[in-house]
């Protein structure tokens, strides 16, 4: 598959246990911010978004975290699949919404 | 079966030869968008249309060109490529106002300019 990064941060994680993935942004006008997910050959694929006037987001499996005081964001992965394993990107979308950065991505792999 | 197409997925070309990469989606979406990513700078927008015949610079613009003559298309255009567009690019559609959310990405193109 393609590299989707040379010296992307890496968190090992047993099969079955919690993930949480860390992210600090730098816009603190930014509207939404977002989680993607991607897998080896594979382009981004959307997993959940906050808005900047939430604290706290729930999915399947997953929980997004917002701490705008500090400009952090966290993805919470639950029961930790080995169909988790990929590099997971945060993103903001700016005050206007219609531009998206991404920060640098960080590596999953899962341990069976 | 809803989806972002792009071609080619693999292109090596040389150096000022004129290129262009086709982004095609099913979906009926307003948004679509270009991403180069690169490693070590992860994914970068390059140029973002809000709908037809209204585009728009993202951060990387320069070197690019892109129209949106029709909903579903959206080209990327290499005039005159040089070497530091080699990149792996993504395009990616979107009904949502905001961009990204519910987005639905390409496969990619890997473009090497020698």
């Known amino acids: 598959g393609e590299s989707v990064g040379l010296h992307l941060p890496t968190l090992s994680v047993q099969e079955g246990d919690n993930s949480i993935i860390n992210c600090a942004y730098s816009?603190?006008?930014?509207?939404?911010f977002i989680w993607y997910k991607q897998e080896s050959g594979k382009g981004p694929q959307f997993i959940i978004d906050?808005?900047?006037?939430?604290d706290k987001r729930q999915g399947q499996r997953v929980t997004v975290l917002l701490n705008k005081t500090v400009k952090h964001l966290s993805l919470q992965i639950a029961a930790t699949q080995p169909g988790d394993s990929a590099v997971y990107f945060c993103?903001?979308?700016?005050?206007?919404?219609?531009?998206?950065?991404f920060g640098g991505g960080t590596r999953v792999l899962v341990k069976p | 079966e809803a989806q972002v197409t792009q071609n080619p997925r693999y292109l090596i070309t040389v150096t000022g030869k004129k290129l262009t990469v086709t982004c095609s989606q099913n979906?009926?979406?307003?948004?679509m968008s270009w991403y180069r990513q690169d490693p070590g700078l992860g994914l970068r927008q390059i140029y973002y249309?809000?709908?037809?015949?209204?585009?728009d610079k993202g951060d990387v613009p320069e070197g690019y060109k892109v129209s949106r003559k029709e909903k579903r298309n959206f080209p990327l255009i290499l005039e005159s490529p040089s070497p530091n567009q080699t990149s792996l690019y993504f395009c990616?559609?979107?009904?949502?106002?905001?961009?990204?959310?519910?987005?639905?990405f390409g496969q990619g193109t890997r473009l090497t300019v020698v």
């Open positions: 990616a559609s979107s009904t949502h106002r905001v961009v990204g959310t519910e987005a639905f």
């Open positions: 816009n603190s006008a930014s509207d939404y």
């Open positions: 906050i808005r900047s006037n939430m």
């Open positions: 993103a903001e979308t700016g005050a206007a919404g219609n531009k998206l950065t």
């Open positions: 979906m009926n979406h307003e948004y």
């Open positions: 249309s809000m709908n037809v015949e209204v585009t």
